[in-house]
């Protein structure tokens, strides 16, 4: 990821297969100006969860593009914006993107 998202809004979602996350992620960089920072399976392998960071406008609209979309195809396990991360929460995303 770019250095100049750092400090932007992060938007995370997680669905229960791997196709709805797919058609998420993809909804969501169609809807807004954001970048997709990280995808992580989940523990039991099926299903993911996805990173996306950008403005908080466009996080919120990537969101709500991607929820729609994904839903389709899956069930929705987790979401949520968190507009203006602190510094420690940066140091935690970039250590589970990195794995």
């Known amino acids: ?9 992060i938007g ?3 669905f ?5 996350c797919l058609v998420a992620m993809d909804a969501a ?7 997709i920072q990280g995808v992580e399976r989940n523990r039991l392998k099926a299903g993911a969860c996805v990173k996306i960071r950008g ?4 996080v ?3 969101m709500e593009a991607a929820l729609t979309a994904g839903s389709k195809y899956g069930t929705l396990t987790g979401k949520h914006v ?18």
């Not at 960089?29 to 970048?35: N, T």
């Not at 929460?89 to 794995?99: N, R, S, V, Y």
């Open 16 to 20: 229960d297969n791997m196709v709805a």
């Open 82 to 99: 968190i507009p203006a991360p602190s510094e420690d929460t940066e140091t935690a995303m970039q250590a589970t993107i990195l794995k």
């Open 60 to 62: 919120r609209a990537a």
């Open 29 to 35: 960089a169609k809807a807004a100006d954001i970048a």
């Open 55 to 58: 403005t908080v406008s466009d």
């Open 12 to 14: 995370i979602f997680e």
């Open 1 to 9: 990821m770019e250095n100049s998202w750092m400090g932007k809004s």
